[in-house]
């Protein structure tokens, strides 16, 4: 049976700040529910001695040595921005839901 | 509605809190890329693929990051995760570059440990810690048009050179029976953090500055009636102050909060559990996001980062570097140099502990490092609008300093000169002296010469002295002074004087 419904869907979309129809989340709500579903079964195959997995290769500690290395330079970084300004990202006004 | 004061709100309610703080470590690089890890460069010139987000860009963990975490969470009295990992926040924020955070979540590297705060009046109150956790600073957003504040800002735009810079978030557990301590508490507790991130050199720990931040959660519950236990009354709804930058604002934002939660129960009306923000023009608070409708993050592990698994013996090795707790130290050093609590209190407010504590582990007495840093270096830090270790000059060099006027070589005159060489980088202090030609003219027959010239100008002093009044004498010692341009040891000019008027002195 399906974990996944309609209007969790809904929710994770608003979340996700995708704009969905009606027609998307009846159809997607469909289609995730299969893929959920389908993952919901390694839960059931696992048993209680294997623990949940986040990191599939037995690997731990890959760290790097706190040297500098060069950054980009700014009109790089700049170069993929939709907007800038002195030297920044511009950005459309942040607020509307938290005001 | 009735307004209420703290004290009020104190006496009619339980207070329940907690802190969340903010440490920005002081590595060189980032937490995930090697961008430099420094405050106050040109505007998106220390970033990267990484710490912009880019797609297929990899993030790498900074070891020096995940030392100083194990470090501060072993001084916080936590235990230290056999294996943590690292998580995704998923929120979107024109500072977030790539739409989530990289956290920690449900296994932090550090966990439940615990803190003694030490109160003005000596007071001891342990605070229980619930974990300390790796996480990841956001760039930095500047609103334009409007007021320059968030709300009716035009447009924003965005710095990310803070963004990836490294930082630990502490977090207590629910601290409650304080009482009308609350603000005070709150404010010990952070003042402790900041006291030992910097103690173990993890962190600059400048509030103003932003490297240690602190968020208040305060909730007010009724007080106990009669034969309950306060312990079974359940929290009352909570309210999150962010971005709480000073010690000062910490104890107003307790005060002010309690106060608006306290005026709000008491006409019926409920608190809303929340997010606000602090305004430190108006010591006042304002709401922001309403949590339960915008606290959604969908954590899930951080596929691209495996997990950190310091070995025992690591682990170990670092319980090793962890200074003593800033309270006992600050207890133990004013017993040995036997300072007041009023010097103490001032020395420590002055940021000179370490310093004067370095000073006299060059050789100086306490109390001539005291003086050295809470005197003439205090007065030139103030002048220059600079903190007390930013000036450029080593403990080392103050000892060295009071050496040679305690050798006789310079007198206190000559000392302050021999200091301001120090300072424009000429040298230490000897080769100041030695190329000023600083050395206190030591030669009796210069100084002989001097004293008669002094006294031939002054001809009735010695008739003074010789009645008896010895302290005459200060006019020629003042004379020969300023003839040797304070180059002469005063000691030895009264001791000429003397000679001279036939008296011993």
Redesign the interface.
Known sequence: MSSLDRSDVA??AA?A?IDMSDADLDRLSGQLAVIVDAVAKVAEVAGEDVPAT??P?P????????????????DD??A?APDA???????????G??? | MTTMTYEQAMEEFDPVFGIEVHVELNTATKMFCGCANEFGAEPNTQVCPVCLGLPGAMPVTNEKAVESAIRLGLALGCSIRESSRFARKNYFYPDLSKDYQISQYDEPTCYEGSLDVVLDDGTVVTVEIERAHMEEDAGKNTHVGGSGGIQGADYSLVDYNRGGVPLVEIVTKPITGMGARTAEVARAYVATIRDIVRALGISDGRMEQGSVRADVNLSLRPKAVAGESQDAVPFGKRSETKNVNSLRAIERAVHFEAARQASLLLAGQPVVQETRHWHEDTSSTTPGRSKEEAEDYRYFPEPDLLPVQPSREWVEELRGTIPEHPAKMRARLREAWGFSDLEMRDVVAADALVLIESTVAAGASAQAARKWWMGELSRVANDREVSLPELPVTPAAIAELQGLVDDGKINDKLARQALEGVLAGEGSPSEVVASRGLAVVSDDSALEKAVDEALAAQPDVLAKIQDGKVQAAGAIVGAVMKATRGQADAGRVREIILQRAGVEG
């Not at chain 1, 690997?59 to 700014?74: C, F, G, K, T, Y």
């Not at chain 1, 300004?85 to 607020?95: A, H, S, W």
């Open positions: 929710r994770l979340l700040r986040s990191h290769i690997m731990a500690n890959i760290h790097r040595e706190d040297v500098v290395r060069p950054s980009l330079a700014q970084a700049l993929a300004e002195e030297g920044r990202f511009r950005v459309p006004q942040i607020l839901e938290e005001a």
